[in-house]
């Protein structure tokens, strides 16, 4: 295990159904200990494993998931292949039922191999499950997914959304690293990810200091926290984590919700747009690429516009929803 000497703060008193507006801006994990502990799913959990699976499939909606399944030889680690041309596990379709059948088999069988059910739209797949488990997180119109599995290791990655993560079922340890710790953290392609996120490529459970020196003073910077059923976890946007589900059955229910209307699209598209059209310009036009970036996107000072009568500044105003789905069509027509 990594020595880490920093835990996560613990905010006290946080309520499911009552969640402080500070807490959710805040740019700083928290742990909410307890926070849904009186949910039916956790109630459940803490009877058995086939309690909880039992309860969740209950409001199964009979649709086919797709599951990720690894061998033995994986541990448990969700990641690419030894030469990053692929990856260590295989997509299979299958049922929620299925999904608990064979994780059922590996507990009381001794079934070797991985079955990781990541990020499900509950809303979609288990229709009625939040009118008996939820946040009131409702005025932020967040996205709620499940993820079920055994013990599985997913490698350090960020999410834009901030995220409250909630312990459902089975112990979870996470590992939290501050948006700067980037270089540190030893990314891999962002193109060519194992589940749409850039991964760190260090592996936590035997960290390659050789290879990745630098990763030991990301673990300077670094939170950790474990996380019994009933807890969850505010991830503030942008921060990296890496997730260890370390229990036989783990169900999770996570909320990401952004702060910025969700029509003004992905930033990770316009890094790679940015990457196609910057990145391999000679240095001096790079740097003068960077100063524009910084004059009109970066820096959001009034001053710079003072000279523009309001009417005629386009793009340089507050980007409304038609106007992001005027300048989109513009980009799509550009990019052909």
Not at 51 to 72: E, H, M, N, R
Not at 145 to 168: E, K, L, M
């Amino acid at each position: 295990m990594l020595e880490i000497s920093q835990t996560v703060t613990e905010y006290v008193g946080a309520q499911a159904h009552d969640l402080p507006a500070a807490l959710l801006q805040s740019t700083q994990p928290l742990v909410l200990r307890g926070l849904i502990a009186s949910w039916p799913a956790v109630e459940a959990a803490t009877r058995s494993a086939d309690a909880v699976a039992a309860y969740i499939q209950t409001f199964d909606s009979g649709k086919p998931l797709t599951a990720l399944v690894a061998d033995a030889d994986a541990q448990g680690r969700i990641f690419y292949n030894s030469d990053l041309s692929g990856f260590n596990f295989q997509h299979r379709r299958c049922t929620l039922a299925e999904v608990f059948e064979q994780l059922a088999a590996a507990r009381t069988e001794g079934a070797a191999g991985t079955i990781y059910l990541g990020s499900t739209n509950i809303d979609n797949w288990l229709p009625g499950f939040r009118h008996h488990n939820d946040l009131g997180l409702a005025a932020y119109q967040p996205l709620a997914s499940i993820w079920i599995g055994n013990q599985t290791r997913i490698a350090a990655h960020y999410d834009f959304p901030a995220n409250i993560a909630c312990c459902v079922a089975g112990r979870r340890r996470v590992t939290l690293f501050p948006p700067e710790q980037l270089g540190n953290l030893y990314v891999g392609p962002i193109d060519f990810t194992p589940a749409g996120q850039p991964v760190s490529l260090v592996d936590f459970a035997n960290p390659d200091y050789d290879k990745y020196p630098k990763f030991r003073d990301a673990l300077a910077s670094a939170q950790v926290v474990e996380l019994a059923p009933g807890d969850g976890l505010l991830i503030p946007s942008m921060w990296w984590h890496h997730i260890e589900a370390l229990d036989d059955l783990n169900v999770l229910v996570n909320y990401w919700w952004r702060d910025s209307p969700a029509y003004l699209g992905a930033p990770l598209n316009a890094l790679q747009h940015a990457i196609l059209a910057l990145r391999d310009l000679p240095e001096g036009q790079r740097d003068i690429w960077k100063a524009l970036f910084d004059y009109y996107v970066f820096t959001t000072s009034d001053e710079h516009l003072q000279h523009i009568p309001e009417q005629a500044r386009g793009v340089l105003n507050p980007i409304n929803e038609e106007m992001a789905q005027q300048l989109r069509a513009l980009l799509a027509s550009k990019i052909k």
